[in-house]
């Protein structure tokens, strides 16, 4: 294990923080030094933000927004390539009844289930159209994230070799929560040059905090710093494996740090709350959260994703319901 002031893996982000020589020593200063957050502040602000009105117009955009937004997800033990390539088809079409709702922004599977992503998808695949669907795999043993480093590389290299534009690596708990955000950095920073393409461009990075296991909102604003100066192109809350997973005072939080980043360096860094977001209304708060936050430069996929299965159902039904003035039973919407 990485002793405390050993040298790791230098970053042009770490750099522009800790200085020229980045060390565990400078890292755990930096993250002890950062202020504590004010739970109640960030639960008082987070239900504030159910309390805007938003009418029909912007209603209308925001569920185009949330569904262009949604990584469509199916990470089980009993996934099937027909499952999988269902799902791919529905997230080129979420409403078989209207063409006009927009294509979700990826699928996320396993990384042997890629290959069948990449098939079924066609030219709908982000590589081939700007408004397309991008491929995400989860990787470094997701969900627990209990595996050694050169396991969580082949991980994530098979999954980029297979097609994968994005990879949603867990990071190790067990390891931040004993105060080793060293051996947590430099895992993510070897992750992301995994993430290497053979054209010299690399697959996004999604880095997900498993923020149900990190117990404080404290935790929560490290483990946010520790990614980004690691190199997370997105930061990400949770596996939807663990209770609780997605909240708005967390991902309230993790924007600030995100806001924060803008603020010192210009550089956007994404954003991806995942699991238990299943109602329409629920994710038109965390699209006010996120104007309120940080901006409305962020209420784009480039820069916000929803990780969810059901939620992308009740969108469709809320869809069709400002549409037609009646809501459609469920089985106007394809079971995932």
Wanted: aromatic share 6%; charged share 20%.
């Amino acid at each position: 294990m990485t002793t405390p002031s050993s040298a790791v893996q230098p970053t042009n982000r770490s750099q522009t923080v800790l200085g020229g020589t980045v060390t565990e020593k400078a890292l755990k200063r930096f993250l002890e030094g950062l202020p504590g957050v004010d739970a109640v502040g960030a639960q008082a602000r987070a239900d504030g933000f159910a309390t805007r009105s938003i009418k029909t117009t912007s209603k209308a955009w925001g569920l185009d927004t949330i569904i262009s937004m949604v990584d469509l997800t199916t990470l089980e033990g009993a996934d099937t390539p027909g499952k999988v390539r269902t799902l791919a088809q529905k997230a080129t079409m979420p409403d078989p009844m209207d063409s006009t709702a927009p294509s979700v922004a990826a699928v996320c599977v396993y990384g042997d289930m890629v290959a069948e992503v990449r098939d079924s998808l066609g030219s709908w695949h982000i590589s081939q159209r700007s408004d397309g669907v991008a491929i995400a795999a989860v990787a470094t043993a997701f969900p627990s994230g209990r595996a050694s480093l050169p396991v969580k590389i082949l991980d994530t290299e098979f999954a980029v070799a297979e097609g994968a534009d994005e990879i949603d690596m867990v990071i190790d708990r067990g390891a931040f929560l004993q105060g080793a955000w060293g051996v947590v950095y430099d895992q993510i920073v070897a992750v992301k040059e995994a993430c290497a393409r053979p054209d010299g461009t690399y697959a996004h990075l999604k880095v997900i905090l498993e923020t149900g296991e990190l117990a404080t909102l404290d935790n929560v604003r490290r483990a946010s710093w520790l990614a980004i100066l690691a190199g997370a192109d997105f930061i990400k809350t949770s596996t939807g494996k663990v209770a609780p997973a997605a909240t708005l005072p967390v991902t309230v939080t993790m924007l600030e740090v995100i806001r924060d980043w803008y603020a010192l360096t210009g550089e956007k860094i994404g954003m991806k709350p995942a699991g238990g977001i299943r109602a329409s209304k629920d994710a038109l708060r965390y699209l006010v959260g996120v104007a309120e936050t940080v901006g409305e430069k962020w209420l784009s996929p480039d820069l916000f994703r929803f990780g969810a299965s059901s939620l992308l159902n009740d969108v469709v039904l809320q869809r069709q319901k400002m549409k037609t003035g009646h809501y459609s039973g469920p089985d106007y919407v394809s079971v995932d």
